[in-house]
């Protein structure tokens, strides 16, 4: 985890977050569940300290 992520909680370690970056540079952590699973917010509040669809990255399936 890089200290950058810190701040988000479960979402910086969880598969199923992305990175999403704006045309003015801002970064954003999205929630890939939310796209099938409306229980997840597209772009939850951070730090997330509880959620039912975290899921621990491992290696390559960390996301980007």
Known sequence: MKEDDLG???CASCVHARTIESSRKA???????SFTDPRFPRYPRLPVLHCDG????????CRG
């Not at 970064?27 to 569940?33: G, Q, V």
Request: charged residues 15%; hydrophobic residues 45%.
């Open 8 to 10: 988000a909680g479960l």
């Open 27 to 33: 970064t954003f952590l999205r929630c890939e569940l």
């Open 54 to 61: 975290y899921w621990p990255c491992v290696g390559f399936e």
